[in-house]
């Protein structure tokens, strides 16, 4: 076993619980960020106002700038977070069982890993596809492309790929599509789990309205689901989300036998997508006549419930709304994807008064991996709408916010200890813009929201999964 500190300027988002928590560890005596004496060095601003992803958990930003991380490398857990000095004290000078090992980044940034909640990975081979909106979309390029994951070495190598490039981009977990072939799922799993990254995903569910080699029985792909939920789902840091595509390309006897499997579980998840496009909406009113909307094909399958997460939800009408909250069903936003599709625009502050929303780059769709990236992009579409995307509300969302939309915030999301240590460390002056445009900022506010702005995977040091770094960025000439 050995210790290692990360000396950083930290960040990360806390909730009402979490405070309490530390408070109650420091009055047990045990080596804290709480006990350390220097009252001037951590920040939890209470002034900050959030919009939760649950509603009435009050979370606040808690920023240390002169800080650090202490990581158990065996169990890949947090021991603790604090202050520099006081981190030190309590684990690298008084510590004389184990090996301490002294990360310096006190020029950067940690934070808790990213999390995606939405993207196809299979798509990653067609993104950027030109001129079409969703349906000629999906039938021009994204079947096109699907098709090859019938080769198992196809799959192997694009799963390899994708999660590589997440790494790059500081997302340590992810709600992934796969395609209709088993072997696909089974793929990602494999390289997911040698990466010992926590990711979920599915074969996708598709008997009609589809390309014929995609279409799998109600019946066998329901199999298909069952037999990567026994082999995967809970093994590691793995979870199985059954995946229908969406009403259209599923006919009411997949979902309904996606709803039975759904019920039999707990804890397993389940993806679809939900009111993207305005033909697509208009089309599942053609398929499903007798159904008050596309909500209500789902509700009446079974697919609602607090372990879903529909993307998009941009077409919705206030009883579907209700109903979201009702069953705590969970809204995905994919701004890159909405606009590079045409989509529309989705209304982030009203979703969330009614029920959680994560957000997601849905690559290919997508046009970046970067949870970065997608934050400047959703805020140019909440300025679309006369609403406002905080800096902090944002990575608030893309850290514990969409932990928590996935039942996740137990194990990861900030920094709180006993949670896996999955994090990335962040360069705030990684490209020539940055640094002269980080010059003029006055506040650390103001830095965050440039680093929204305009950050990119070039923003991104280190990669950490579970206390094991996975990625770092080459070193230029």
């Not at 509300?393 to 920094?415: C, E, P, R, V």
């Not at 305009?454 to 991104?460: A, M, Q, Y």
Request: with cysteine.
């Amino acid at each position: 076993m050995a210790l290692h500190i990360y000396q950083a300027q930290l960040l990360h988002y806390l909730t009402e619980n979490d405070l309490n928590q530390r408070t109650e560890r420091a009055h047990a005596g045990k080596p804290s960020s709480a006990t350390d004496n220097h009252p001037n060095t951590a920040t939890i601003d209470k002034n900050i106002t959030l919009l939760p992803v649950i509603a009435g958990v009050n979370v606040y930003p808690e920023y240390i700038a002169n800080g650090a991380l202490v990581v158990d490398d065996v169990t890949g857990c947090i021991i603790d977070y604090g202050s520099s000095e006081a981190m030190l004290a309590n684990y690298a000078e008084t510590n004389d069982q184990a090996p301490v090992k002294t990360h310096d980044y006190r020029d950067k940034l940690i934070m808790p890993g990213f999390i995606d909640t939405h993207v196809h990975y299979p798509q990653i081979d067609m993104i950027a596809a030109y001129g079409e909106q969703l349906l000629d979309w999906l039938n021009n390029y994204t079947f096109v492309t699907e098709a090859n994951f019938g080769d198992p070495k196809v799959a192997h190598d694009t799963a390899q790929f994708f999660l590589n490039q997440l790494l790059a981009n500081g997302t340590t977990s992810a709600m992934v599509f796969s395609t209709s072939h088993p072997q696909s799922a089974e793929a990602f799993f494999t390289e997911s789990h040698k990466l010992n990254t926590r990711m979920i995903t599915g074969n996708v569910l598709m008997d009609q309205n589809a390309p014929a080699h995609l279409c799998v029985s109600a019946e066998q792909s329901i199999k298909d689901s069952q037999d990567i939920i026994d082999n995967w789902h809970g093994r590691g840091r793995q979870h199985v989300a059954i995946t229908p595509r969406f009403a259209i390309t599923s006919t009411p006897k997949q979902l309904q036998l996606a709803g039975e499997l759904y019920a039999s579980y707990d804890t397993v998840y389940l993806q679809t997508h939900l009111a993207e496009n305005r033909d697509e909406v208009a089309f599942v009113r053609e398929l499903y006549p007798k159904h008050k909307g596309y909500l209500d094909v789902y509700e009446d399958m079974g697919l609602l419930g607090r372990y879903t997460t529909l993307a998009h939800g941009i077409y919705i009408e206030t009883p579907e709304y209700e109903r979201l909250r009702a069953t705590g069903t969970q809204i995905a936003h994919c701004p890159t994807s909405n606009l590079f599709l045409g989509s529309g625009l989705f209304d982030l502050p009203k979703t969330l008064s009614y029920t959680g929303v994560s957000i997601a780059t849905d690559v290919g769709a997508g046009t970046s991996l970067s949870m970065l990236v997608t934050l400047s992009e959703a805020y140019k579409v909440q300025q679309l709408q006369n609403n406002q995307l905080s800096a902090h509300q944002g990575l608030y969302q893309i850290t514990l916010g969409n932990a928590q939309s996935l039942m996740l915030d137990d194990k990861i999301g900030n920094f709180m200890p006993n949670k896996e240590a999955d994090f990335v460390v962040i360069d705030m002056a990684a490209t020539p813009l940055l640094e002269r445009r980080m010059a003029q900022t006055k506040t650390f506010e103001e830095q965050l929201f440039v680093l929204m702005m305009l950050g990119d995977d070039r923003v991104i040091e280190e990669t950490v999964i579970a206390g094991v770094s996975r990625y770092k960025k080459a070193a230029t000439a």
